[in-house]
C-alpha cells in the first residue's frame, strides 16, 4: 500500500516540478505576470489612503485595518492565480483534442490538474509571501496576524479556499466543451469572483443586496473568511463556524468537479474530441 | 527563357539560444541568456525559369523553410539578392506580392467559421481581381476542383483534403506567375494526393505558372519537377533534372531473377562482375543485382539465363527516394 | 492602395468578422456579458467607496464615474475595432501566421486589426456610455454644442492612445519571447485612469502622464470638461504624436523581424 502511494506521490511531484519548469521559461513573461497583480493592489491602496484622509474608521475598520485587509487579501488573490493557467491549458486541450491525452494516461485527471496547479502555485507563493513580508516590515500599518493560533487557522483556512477556488476554475475549464472560447466564461467568472470573494473590497461594504448574495455563494470563503481569521477580527466559535461551511463548500464543489468531468468524457467520447 | 526566380548567394544566419537541462538550467536561464550562432543557408544560388515546376529537397533543418522564407520576401538575406520577376519582394513587397501566390501545407489561409467563398470574396477585394478574371478563375477552379459539393460549409468541417483544394483556389484567384508550395500534401489520402498533383500540373501546363515545390513525398517530385534542387546543411547539393541525378548519384537499378534451383555463390564469378561495378548478391532461390542505372542490362540477362534456370525477373529502376537519400549523405 | 481601397477592404473584413460571431451565438452573449460585469464591478466598488463618503480628492462621484465612462468607452471601442495588437505575441509571431501577412499586397497592421474585431467590446462601450450621460445629466451639466463635439472627438482620441499603448507592448514581441504578460500588465494599468490622478504620488502622476498615458484617455479631457483644465484640450493633439510614435515603433520592428527571422 506504501509503495503504490509513494509512486503516485512520485508522479504527482514530476508533474508538479515539470509545471515550475514551465512556468520560468518564459522569464519576461513570468515576472511581468506576478508584477501586473500589484497594480490592483496599488490602485486601491492610494483610492483608500485619500479616503482615510478624510474619515477615521469606514465599518469599523480604520486605516491600519483597512490597508492590513488589503494586502493580505491581494496576496492570496494573487497566489490563486488571476492569470488561471489551468482553466486556460483544459480549454485548449478541449478545444485541440490532446485532452484524449490526458484520459488515457493511468492518473486521476482532476488530481492531476490539482498538482499541477500547486507547481504554479507554490512559486506564486513564495513571491505573495515575500511581498507580504516587504509590507509588513516596510509599513508599520500593514499588522502581522492577531496570534499563532490565528496564523495556522488562517493557513487552514486559505488552503480550503485554494481548494474552493480551483475547483471552480477546474469547473469552468471543463465546460469549455460547451462553449467555443474561454475567455468570456474567465472574465465573467473573474469579475464576479473577485468582487464576492471580498478581493476588491470587505464584502461588509458592499451593498446590502450583494451580501446577501455573498453569503449564499462560495466565493466569500476563498479570500474573505481567510483574511478576516488572519486580522482576528472573528471570534472563535465564528472562525470553527467559518471553517466548517469553508470545508462544506470545498467538498461540494470538488464533487461537481467529478460531476462535470464525467459529463465531459462522455462528450468527447460520443464527439471523437 | 525568362528567369522569373533569380537567387545570388543567398545567406543567412540566426541566433540560437541555449538552456541547460533541469530546474537548475531553466532558474539559471531567468537571469542569463546565451545564444549560439547557425548558419541556416550558406552562399545558395538559384535561377528558375518561367514554366519550370522545380521541386526543393532537403532533411529537415536543411535550411529550405529559410530559403523559401527569403524568396518570398519574409526574411531578409545577411548576403545575397533575390529578385522574383524581376522584382525586389523586400523593396517592392506590395508589387512582389500581386505576383506570387503562397500555399502552406501546415497552416491555412481560409477563415475558419465561414464557407470558403467568404474567405475568396475577401482575397479579391484585396488583389483587386478584375471582376471578369475573378468569375472565370472561381468557375474554373469550381469545376477543377470539385469545390462545388463543400463550397457552403465552413471551413472547421471540411477534411484535410477538402480543404487543400479550396486552399489552391484561394492563391491562384489572381493569377499569379510564381507559386510556392510548401509540403502541400502533407496529411493527404492517395487520391487527393493524386488529384492535387494532376492540378499542379494542369495549371502549369495551361497558365505557365512557375512553381517551387518543397516536400518530403518524392512522389510529389517524381510526378511533378521537371528539375530537383537539393539541399542540405544550407548549402546547395544539387540542381538538375533527374536524368543528371541519377548518374551524379549513381544510382543503381535492381534486377532480381527468380530461379527454379537453388544457386550457391562457387556457381558465379563474383569478383569478376565486381570489377565491373555490378554488385551481386545471392539468396537461395534468388539472384539480386545491383547495377549501375545508366548502363543496359539485356547483355547480363542473357548471360545469365544460360547459365541458370530463370523463371522470373523483376527489374526495379532507381528510387528518387534512393537517390536523395544519397545525396543526403554527400 | 488608396484609402477608398482600404475601406471597402476593412468593410468585407467586419462582414466577415460579424458572421464568424454570430456563428457562436452561446460565446457573443458571453463575451458581452463578460465585460459588462468587469466594468460593473470596478463601478460597484466605487459606488461602495461613495457609500461612506461624499468626495474624493475634490471629485464627486458622478464626476468619477465620467472618468470611468470614458474608460470603458475606450477600452470597448478599442476591443472592437484595434483588438488585433492582442494577437500579435502569440498567433503572428510565436505561431508564426505574421509570414503570410507579409506576403500581401496590404500593410500588415491593418491586416492585424481588420483580421480581429472582438465584438464583445459593445459591452464595455454600452456600459461606459450609459454611465456617461446618466453621470452627466445628474451633475446637470449644462454642455455647449462646443463640448459636446469635444466629447466626441475625445472619445475617439482616448481610444486612440488606448490602442497606441497596447500596440506599443504587443510589439514588444518581437524583442522579447512572449510579451502577452506584459501587455496585460499594461492594459490593467488603465484602472489608475479611473480616478483622478491626484490621489496617485508625483512618480505614478508622471508615469500616467507621460509614459502610459492612460491620463490622456480619461482625466485630462474629462478634466478639461469639468473644470477648464487646458491639457486636456491638447488630449487629440497628444493622441496623434503618441500613435505615430507607437507605429513607428512597430514599423521598425517589423524590419528587424524581417532581418533577424522569425
Given at each position: 500500500?506504501?509503495?503504490?502511494?509513494k509512486?503516485?506521490?512520485?508522479?504527482?511531484?514530476?508533474?508538479t516540478?515539470?509545471?515550475?519548469q514551465?512556468?520560468?521559461?518564459?522569464?519576461?513573461?513570468?515576472?511581468?505576470?506576478f508584477?501586473?497583480?500589484?497594480?490592483?493592489t496599488?490602485?486601491?491602496?492610494?483610492?483608500?489612503?485619500?479616503?482615510?484622509?478624510?474619515?477615521q474608521?469606514?465599518?469599523?475598520?480604520?486605516k491600519?485595518?483597512?490597508?492590513?485587509?488589503?494586502v493580505?487579501?491581494?496576496c492570496?488573490?494573487?497566489i490563486?492565480g488571476?492569470y488561471n493557467?489551468?482553466?486556460?491549458?483544459?480549454?485548449?486541450?478541449?478545444?485541440?483534442g490532446?485532452?484524449?491525452?490526458?484520459?488515457?494516461?493511468?492518473?486521476?485527471?482532476?488530481?492531476?490538474r490539482?498538482?499541477e496547479?500547486i507547481?504554479m502555485?507554490?512559486?506564486?507563493?513564495?513571491?505573495?509571501?515575500?511581498v507580504?513580508l516587504?509590507?509588513?516590515?516596510f509599513?508599520?500599518?500593514?499588522?502581522t496576524?492577531?496570534?499563532?493560533?490565528?496564523?495556522i487557522?488562517f493557513?487552514?483556512?486559505?488552503?480550503?479556499?485554494?481548494?474552493?477556488?480551483?475547483?471552480?476554475?477546474?469547473?469552468?475549464?471543463?465546460?469549455?466543451?460547451?462553449?467555443?472560447?474561454?475567455?468570456?466564461?474567465?472574465?465573467?467568472?473573474?469579475?464576479?469572483i473577485?468582487l464576492?470573494?471580498?478581493?476588491?473590497i470587505p464584502?461588509?461594504l458592499l451593498?446590502?443586496?450583494?451580501?446577501?448574495?455573498?453569503?449564499?455563494l462560495?466565493?466569500k470563503?476563498?479570500?474573505?473568511?481567510?483574511t478576516?481569521i488572519?486580522?482576528?477580527r472573528?471570534?472563535?466559535?465564528e472562525?470553527v463556524?467559518?471553517?466548517?461551511?469553508?470545508?462544506?463548500?470545498?467538498?461540494?464543489?470538488?464533487q461537481?468537479?467529478?460531476?462535470f468531468?464525467?459529463?465531459?468524457?462522455?462528450?468527447?467520447?460520443?464527439?471523437?474530441? | 527563357?525568362t528567369?522569373v526566380i533569380?537567387?545570388?548567394?543567398?545567406s543567412?544566419?540566426?541566433?540560437?539560444?541555449?538552456?541547460e537541462?533541469?530546474?537548475?538550467g531553466?532558474?539559471?536561464?531567468?537571469?542569463?541568456?546565451?545564444?549560439?550562432t547557425i548558419?541556416a543557408v550558406?552562399?545558395i544560388?538559384?535561377?528558375?525559369n518561367?514554366?519550370?515546376i522545380?521541386g526543393?529537397?532537403?532533411p529537415?533543418?536543411?535550411?529550405?523553410s529559410?530559403?523559401?522564407k527569403?524568396l518570398?520576401?519574409?526574411?531578409?538575406p545577411?548576403?545575397?539578392?533575390?529578385?522574383?520577376?524581376?522584382?525586389?519582394?523586400?523593396k517592392?513587397?506590395?508589387?512582389?506580392?500581386?505576383?506570387?501566390g503562397?500555399?502552406?501545407?501546415q497552416?491555412?489561409?481560409?477563415?475558419?467559421?465561414?464557407?470558403?467563398?467568404e474567405?475568396y470574396?475577401?482575397l479579391?477585394?484585396m488583389y483587386?481581381?478584375?471582376?471578369?478574371v475573378?468569375?472565370q478563375n472561381?468557375n474554373d477552379?469550381?469545376?477543377?476542383?470539385?469545390?462545388?459539393?463543400f463550397m457552403?460549409r465552413?471551413?472547421?468541417?471540411?477534411?484535410?483534403?477538402?480543404?487543400?483544394?479550396?486552399?489552391f483556389?484561394?492563391?491562384?484567384?489572381?493569377?499569379?506567375k510564381?507559386?510556392?508550395?510548401?509540403?502541400?500534401?502533407?496529411?493527404?489520402?492517395?487520391?487527393?494526393k493524386?488529384n492535387i498533383?494532376?492540378?499542379i500540373?494542369?495549371i502549369?501546363d495551361?497558365r505557365?505558372v512557375t512553381?517551387?515545390?518543397?516536400t518530403h513525398?518524392?512522389?510529389?517530385?517524381?510526378?511533378?519537377?521537371?528539375?530537383i534542387?537539393?539541399?542540405?546543411?544550407?548549402?546547395?547539393?544539387?540542381?538538375?533534372?533527374?536524368?543528371q541525378?541519377?548518374?551524379?548519384?549513381?544510382?543503381k537499378?535492381t534486377?532480381i531473377?527468380?530461379?527454379?534451383e537453388l544457386?550457391?555463390?562457387?556457381?558465379?564469378?563474383?569478383?569478376?562482375?565486381?570489377?565491373?561495378g555490378i554488385q551481386?548478391n545471392?539468396?537461395?532461390?534468388?539472384?539480386?543485382?545491383k547495377i549501375?542505372?545508366t548502363?543496359?542490362?539485356s547483355?547480363?540477362i542473357?548471360?545469365?539465363?544460360e547459365?541458370?534456370?530463370?523463371?522470373d525477373?523483376?527489374?526495379?529502376?532507381p528510387?528518387?527516394?534512393d537517390?536523395?537519400?544519397e545525396?543526403?549523405h554527400? | 492602395?488608396?484609402?477608398?481601397?482600404?475601406f471597402?477592404?476593412?468593410?468585407?473584413?467586419?462582414?466577415?468578422?460579424l458572421?464568424?460571431?454570430i456563428?457562436?451565438?452561446?460565446d457573443f452573449i458571453?463575451?458581452?456579458?463578460?465585460?459588462?460585469?468587469?466594468?460593473?464591478?470596478s463601478?460597484?466598488?466605487l459606488?461602495?467607496?461613495?457609500?461612506q463618503?461624499d468626495?474624493?480628492?475634490?471629485?464627486s462621484f458622478?464626476?468619477?464615474?465620467i472618468l470611468f465612462?470614458?474608460i470603458s468607452i475606450?477600452?470597448?471601442?478599442e476591443?472592437?475595432?484595434l483588438?488585433?495588437t492582442?494577437?500579435?505575441?502569440?498567433?503572428?509571431i510565436?505561431?508564426?501566421?505574421l509570414?503570410?501577412?507579409?506576403?500581401?499586397?496590404v500593410n500588415p497592421?491593418?491586416l492585424?486589426l481588420?483580421?480581429?474585431m472582438?465584438?464583445h467590446?459593445?459591452?464595455?462601450?454600452?456600459?461606459?456610455?450609459?454611465?456617461m450621460?446618466?453621470?452627466f445629466?445628474?451633475?446637470?451639466?449644462?454642455?455647449?454644442?462646443?463640448?459636446?463635439?469635444?466629447?466626441?472627438?475625445?472619445?475617439?482620441?482616448?481610444t486612440?492612445?488606448?490602442?497606441?499603448?497596447?500596440?506599443?507592448?504587443?510589439?514588444?514581441s518581437?524583442?522579447?519571447?512572449?510579451?502577452?504578460?506584459a501587455?496585460?500588465?499594461?492594459?490593467?494599468?488603465?484602472?489608475?485612469g479611473?480616478?483622478?490622478?491626484?490621489?496617485?504620488?508625483k512618480?505614478?502622476?508622471f508615469v500616467?502622464?507621460?509614459?502610459?498615458?492612460?491620463a490622456?484617455v480619461s482625466y485630462?479631457?474629462v478634466d478639461?470638461i469639468l473644470?477648464?483644465?487646458?491639457?486636456g484640450l491638447?488630449s487629440?493633439?497628444f493622441?496623434?504624436?503618441f500613435?505615430?510614435?507607437a507605429?513607428?515603433?512597430?514599423?521598425?520592428?517589423l524590419?528587424?523581424y524581417?532581418?533577424?527571422?522569425?
Amino acid at each position: 500500500m506504501y509503495k503504490s502511494f509513494k509512486a503516485t506521490m512520485l508522479k504527482y511531484k514530476a508533474l508538479t516540478s515539470c509545471k515550475i519548469q514551465e512556468t520560468m521559461t518564459f522569464r519576461f513573461g513570468f515576472f511581468t505576470s506576478f508584477i501586473a497583480s500589484l497594480v490592483q493592489t496599488f490602485v486601491m491602496l492610494y483610492v483608500w489612503n485619500e479616503v482615510f484622509s478624510q474619515k477615521q474608521t469606514i465599518m469599523g475598520f480604520d486605516k491600519s485595518q483597512m490597508l492590513t485587509y488589503l494586502v493580505v487579501s491581494q496576496c492570496l488573490n494573487a497566489i490563486y492565480g488571476w492569470y488561471n493557467a489551468t482553466e486556460r491549458n483544459i480549454s485548449a486541450r478541449i478545444k485541440s483534442g490532446d485532452i484524449v491525452l490526458d484520459l488515457v494516461k493511468p492518473i486521476n485527471f482532476n488530481f492531476a490538474r490539482f498538482y499541477e496547479g500547486i507547481g504554479m502555485t507554490i512559486i506564486q507563493i513564495i513571491f505573495s509571501g515575500c511581498v507580504l513580508l516587504l509590507f509588513i516590515v516596510f509599513n508599520p500599518s500593514v499588522a502581522t496576524p492577531t496570534s499563532f493560533m490565528h496564523f495556522i487557522a488562517f493557513l487552514l483556512s486559505a488552503f480550503f479556499g485554494y481548494v474552493c477556488m480551483f475547483s471552480i476554475s477546474l469547473i469552468t475549464g471543463l465546460l469549455s466543451f460547451v462553449i467555443s472560447g474561454y475567455w468570456g466564461l474567465y472574465y465573467l467568472k473573474k469579475a464576479i469572483i473577485d468582487l464576492l470573494s471580498g478581493a476588491l473590497i470587505p464584502i461588509g461594504l458592499l451593498p446590502l443586496v450583494l451580501q446577501r448574495f455573498a453569503d449564499y455563494l462560495p466565493f466569500k470563503n476563498i479570500i474573505y473568511t481567510p483574511t478576516m481569521i488572519y486580522m482576528g477580527r472573528i471570534s472563535i466559535n465564528e472562525i470553527v463556524k467559518q471553517m466548517s461551511i469553508q470545508v462544506i463548500w470545498a467538498f461540494i464543489l470538488w464533487q461537481l468537479c467529478k460531476y462535470f468531468y464525467r459529463i465531459m468524457i462522455r462528450r468527447v467520447t460520443i464527439n471523437g474530441g | 527563357m525568362t528567369v522569373v526566380i533569380e537567387a545570388k548567394n543567398l545567406s543567412k544566419s540566426y541566433e540560437s539560444v541555449i538552456r541547460e537541462k533541469g530546474l537548475k538550467g531553466a532558474v539559471k536561464s531567468l537571469v542569463s541568456k546565451k545564444t549560439k550562432t547557425i548558419q541556416a543557408v550558406n552562399d545558395i544560388s538559384l535561377s528558375i525559369n518561367k514554366g519550370e515546376i522545380v521541386g526543393y529537397v532537403g532533411p529537415n533543418g536543411a535550411g529550405k523553410s529559410t530559403t523559401i522564407k527569403m524568396l518570398t520576401g519574409i526574411l531578409k538575406p545577411n548576403q545575397g539578392s533575390v529578385q522574383i520577376c524581376g522584382i525586389d519582394p523586400f523593396k517592392n513587397r506590395t508589387e512582389n506580392a500581386m505576383n506570387i501566390g503562397v500555399v502552406f501545407g501546415q497552416r491555412t489561409q481560409l477563415w475558419w467559421d465561414l464557407p470558403i467563398s467568404e474567405t475568396y470574396e475577401l482575397l479579391r477585394r484585396m488583389y483587386q481581381i478584375n471582376d471578369k478574371v475573378y468569375k472565370q478563375n472561381l468557375n474554373d477552379f469550381i469545376e477543377i476542383l470539385e469545390l462545388e459539393t463543400f463550397m457552403s460549409r465552413s471551413v472547421r468541417q471540411l477534411s484535410l483534403g477538402q480543404r487543400m483544394r479550396a486552399e489552391f483556389a484561394a492563391a491562384l484567384l489572381h493569377n499569379p506567375k510564381v507559386l510556392f508550395l510548401d509540403e502541400p500534401t502533407i496529411g493527404l489520402d492517395i487520391e487527393v494526393k493524386k488529384n492535387i498533383r494532376k492540378f499542379i500540373k494542369r495549371i502549369n501546363d495551361e497558365r505557365n505558372v512557375t512553381i517551387l515545390l518543397t516536400t518530403h513525398d518524392m512522389k510529389d517530385i517524381e510526378e511533378l519537377s521537371s528539375r530537383i534542387v537539393v539541399i542540405n546543411h544550407g548549402e546547395l547539393i544539387f540542381s538538375g533534372d533527374s536524368q543528371q541525378m541519377s548518374k551524379k548519384f549513381d544510382a543503381k537499378k535492381t534486377i532480381i531473377c527468380h530461379l527454379s534451383e537453388l544457386v550457391f555463390e562457387e556457381q558465379i564469378n563474383l569478383s569478376e562482375y565486381r570489377k565491373q561495378g555490378i554488385q551481386i548478391n545471392i539468396d537461395k532461390y534468388s539472384i539480386i543485382i545491383k547495377i549501375d542505372a545508366t548502363l543496359p542490362v539485356s547483355g547480363l540477362i542473357s548471360k545469365l539465363i544460360e547459365q541458370f534456370p530463370i523463371v522470373d525477373i523483376d527489374i526495379q529502376g532507381p528510387l528518387i527516394e534512393d537517390i536523395v537519400m544519397e545525396a543526403y549523405h554527400v | 492602395m488608396g484609402v477608398k481601397h482600404y475601406f471597402k477592404l476593412w468593410i468585407i473584413f467586419l462582414s466577415c468578422n460579424l458572421q464568424s460571431k454570430i456563428s457562436h451565438k452561446l460565446d457573443f452573449i458571453l463575451g458581452i456579458l463578460a465585460t459588462i460585469f468587469m466594468q460593473g464591478c470596478s463601478f460597484i466598488f466605487l459606488w461602495s467607496i461613495f457609500s461612506q463618503i461624499d468626495v474624493l480628492s475634490g471629485w464627486s462621484f458622478y464626476e468619477i464615474s465620467i472618468l470611468f465612462g470614458y474608460i470603458s468607452i475606450a477600452n470597448g471601442l478599442e476591443e472592437i475595432f484595434l483588438n488585433g495588437t492582442w494577437e500579435l505575441p502569440g498567433i503572428y509571431i510565436r505561431r508564426g501566421e505574421l509570414d503570410r501577412l507579409l506576403t500581401r499586397p496590404v500593410n500588415p497592421l491593418f491586416l492585424i486589426l481588420a483580421n480581429c474585431m472582438e465584438l464583445h467590446g459593445v459591452g464595455s462601450f454600452l456600459f461606459g456610455i450609459v454611465i456617461m450621460i446618466h453621470s452627466f445629466v445628474q451633475l446637470g451639466a449644462s454642455l455647449s454644442f462646443v463640448n459636446i463635439l469635444f466629447v466626441f472627438i475625445s472619445i475617439i482620441s482616448s481610444t486612440v492612445i488606448f490602442f497606441s499603448i497596447n500596440l506599443i507592448t504587443g510589439t514588444l514581441s518581437f524583442w522579447v519571447t512572449d510579451s502577452m504578460p506584459a501587455m496585460v500588465m499594461v492594459q490593467r494599468l488603465n484602472q489608475l485612469g479611473q480616478y483622478p490622478i491626484n490621489i496617485y504620488n508625483k512618480v505614478i502622476k508622471f508615469v500616467l502622464t507621460w509614459v502610459v498615458p492612460f491620463a490622456f484617455v480619461s482625466y485630462f479631457p474629462v478634466d478639461f470638461i469639468l473644470n477648464s483644465n487646458m491639457l486636456g484640450l491638447f488630449s487629440p493633439i497628444f493622441a496623434c504624436v503618441f500613435f505615430s510614435l507607437a507605429y513607428s515603433f512597430f514599423k521598425l520592428s517589423l524590419k528587424r523581424y524581417e532581418s533577424a527571422g522569425g
